[in-house]
């Protein structure tokens, strides 16, 4: 991917026509706006998240997978999580998914061990994230229940947004996460769903 094939992409998704129309720049677009990634956790290691120049913030749930850029890691199973999973990352969608939305501002970047030529940049770079893990350890299908503990957790944490990435089968009007992502709408709290995946 070339960066004219970035910029593209940005264009697409009229990224640049949001960085320009708000105070500021690029760099900073996405300041002081909270993003929940309920998905299969961040990477808080990952250069994209790195915290240098973010001001201290408290940490919520568990601190060996936040910082001050990943300000929240939580786990959801089964509600007593019997497994005693954490919010570690498993695999990569999460990390990927929060780094669309985050990826700090012109992060070097490299695949298999060579460097690209050019560094990423998430859609809003400067925001803080949420790691709300609905696929902890070997969990591959996210139980409804603890994907709506998620997004309560995020709203009650004091996220702006919660982002899903993750689909799955519908059962109209009464589904309970559609009657919960309507309810933290009224709530104030913008719930992102994805259009890409099954269901």
Not at 100 to 106: A, E, S, V, W
Request: aromatic residues 6%; negative net charge; proline residues 3%.
């Amino acid at each position: 991917m070339t960066e004219e094939s970035i910029n593209m992409k940005r264009m697409l998704i009229n990224a640049t026509q949001a960085w320009a129309n708000q105070s500021g720049s690029a760099a900073t677009a996405g300041a002081g706006v909270k993003v929940a990634v309920v998905d299969s956790g961040i990477d808080v290691t990952h250069p994209c998240f790195a915290d240098a120049g973010y001001a201290s913030q408290r940490q919520l749930g568990n601190k060996k997978y936040t910082n001050n850029k990943v300000i929240a890691a939580k786990v959801f199973n089964n509600k007593l999580n019997a497994n005693g999973f954490d919010a570690a990352a498993v695999g990569d969608h999460g990390t990927h998914v929060a780094g669309t939305i985050g990826c700090n501002y012109l992060t070097p970047a490299s695949v298999d061990g060579v460097a690209i030529p050019y560094a990423i940049s998430g859609v809003a770079p400067r925001v803080l994230l949420g790691n709300y893990n609905v696929f902890p350890g070997t969990v591959e299908d996210a139980r409804s229940e603890d994907i709506l503990n998620a997004l309560e957790a995020a709203y009650t944490d004091g996220f702006d947004i919660a982002n899903m990435s993750l689909g799955g089968g519908s059962h109209g009007i009464q589904d309970l996460l559609t009657k919960a992502v309507d309810n933290l709408d009224q709530a104030g709290m913008v719930v992102t769903v994805s259009a890409g995946n099954e269901g």
